[in-house]
């Protein structure tokens, strides 16, 4: 398995946050009708998708939080666990934007159609700087050996690297079915008439 | 090391430092570097950096609630950089601050340069000198954007700083100005400098 070098793996994954923090900020920015309307019958609107990942945020940030007190210094090198490695490769979406192979969230991860879009994006926001600080943290600490349980299972661990990992890839997935819902929600809506600049600038990693 | 010799070149005209305090000075910074579009901090974030400029040019933007982004600043070598009020403040950052090219840098963080601010009136001196001229163009820009027509603010920008044409992207010159990319471009072809 490849390694890398700590450092760079969790200053690679904090830029990809602020990427999203950026992406997210348009969001904010956008007419909230656009974001709360489903862009075909039964598909997420963007709303529903930015609370779908804060969900994974509630369980993800507490569980990263608390194994990452365990008091074992940093190692220069991080080596990712099989499983880790592919989670984080069935989740990361290709260079060209691509999601491959299509997924089904658990019932509990599956939010609600109706939602008030402000408290979404600024929970959304809240848990990526959370998120960034947490990176922070874990530069003094082993992200090898120190180890997070998955939210399906509590008996499933994954190297808190790889979690991070996961977790990232899983977000930038889902911006871009943001990025395809936007103009399907444009075009079936008929209420749209510019393309609104959160995607021109889609988050492109 | 060439990019401390830059460092070094750069601060002694601001603010002599005798032989002790510049190794101590020199000693906090490391070298780092990364690709071109990375977003080193993000709006909401309290910016834990001090940059040195050595390759590259980087931004501070805004995002606006018609969702246009307005460039703040640009930085490129030899010069300062990161988003400074956020890091002297050490409150979270109106802006993100991105390289716009591939970009290399010396770094370092707050807690470091604040211990030597505090041990150091040396030290202490080039840091408000610094700030001061750093507030001088902050606020002769801020003339320039309340007052001048968009030919006076492309001539301003290239008596100043000609050279930027070739560096930086037209469409990010436009969006420092406040004026329509368009309009920039008939500026270039128009205006006898």
Do not use: M
């Given at each position: 398995m490849k390694s890398f070098k700590s450092i760079d793996l969790i200053e690679q994954l904090q830029a990809d946050?602020?990427?999203?923090i950026l992406a997210a900020t348009y969001l904010e920015k956008e007419d909230p009708e656009l974001l709360l309307s489903a862009p075909a019958p039964g598909k997420w609107s963007v709303a529903q998708v930015l609370e779908h990942l804060n969900s994974y945020g509630r369980y993800y940030l507490l569980?990263?939080?608390?194994?990452?007190?365990?008091?074992k210094p940093q190692k220069q090198l991080f080596t990712p666990g099989w499983i880790g490695n592919y989670f984080t490769k069935i989740m990361k979406p290709g260079i060209d934007g691509k999601i491959g192979n299509k997924m089904n969230a658990p019932k509990n991860h599956r939010p609600a159609a109706d939602l008030d879009i402000k408290p979404v994006i600024d929970n959304f926001l809240e848990q990526q700087q959370r998120?960034?600080?947490?990176?922070?943290?874990?530069?003094?600490?082993?992200?090898?050996a120190i180890r997070t349980p998955i939210s399906i299972s509590r008996f499933i661990k994954l190297k808190v690297g790889d979690t991070f990992r996961f977790f990232v890839a899983h977000e930038q997935r889902?911006?871009?079915?943001?990025?395809?819902?936007?103009?399907?929600t444009q075009k079936s809506t008929g209420k749209f008439q510019s393309i609104p600049p959160a995607i021109q600038r889609s988050p492109v990693f | 090391m060439e990019a401390f010799d830059s460092l070094k070149?750069?601060?002694?005209?601001?603010?002599?430092?005798?032989?002790?305090?510049?190794?101590?000075?020199?000693?906090?910074?490391?070298?780092?570097?990364?690709?071109?579009?990375?977003?080193?901090?993000?709006?909401?974030?309290?910016?834990?950096?001090?940059?040195?400029?050595?390759?590259?040019?980087?931004?501070?933007?805004?995002?606006?609630?018609?969702?246009?982004?307005?460039?703040?600043?640009?930085?490129?070598?030899?010069?300062?950089?990161?988003?400074?009020?956020?890091?002297?403040?050490?409150t979270p950052s109106n802006c993100f601050f991105e390289t716009l090219t591939a970009s290399k840098f010396l770094r370092t963080t707050y807690r470091q340069f604040e211990n030597l601010m505090n041990e150091y009136p040396a030290i202490q001196q080039l840091v408000l000198k610094l700030t001061a001229?750093?507030?001088?163009?902050?606020?002769?820009?801020?003339?320039?954007?309340?007052?001048?027509?968009?030919?006076?603010?492309?001539?301003?920008?290239?008596?100043?700083?000609?050279?930027?044409?070739?560096?930086?992207?037209?469409?990010?010159?436009?969006?420092?100005?406040?004026i329509d990319p368009t309009t920039f471009s008939k500026l270039l072809g128009s205006v006898r400098l």
């Open positions: 946050i602020r990427q999203l569980a990263i939080e608390k194994s990452l007190e365990a008091d998120l960034l600080e947490l990176l922070e943290k874990a530069k003094q600490k082993d992200i090898g889902h911006f871009f079915q943001i990025a395809n819902t936007l103009p399907d | 070149n750069f601060i002694h005209p601001v603010q002599p430092l005798k032989e002790n305090e510049w190794e101590l000075f020199n000693s906090i910074w490391q070298p780092f570097e990364c690709k071109r579009k990375t977003i080193l901090t993000a709006a909401g974030e309290t910016e834990r950096h001090l940059y040195f400029v050595t390759e590259g040019v980087q931004r501070a933007f805004y995002v606006g609630d018609d969702q246009k982004e307005a460039t703040i600043v640009f930085t490129y070598p030899y010069s300062f950089s990161g988003v400074a009020d956020s890091f002297l403040t050490q001229f750093a507030l001088k163009g902050v606020l002769t820009r801020q003339i320039e954007i309340q007052c001048f027509s968009a030919e006076e603010k492309f001539r301003a920008l290239l008596k100043r700083s000609p050279h930027v044409l070739q560096i930086i992207s037209h469409k990010y010159l436009a969006s420092y100005l406040g």
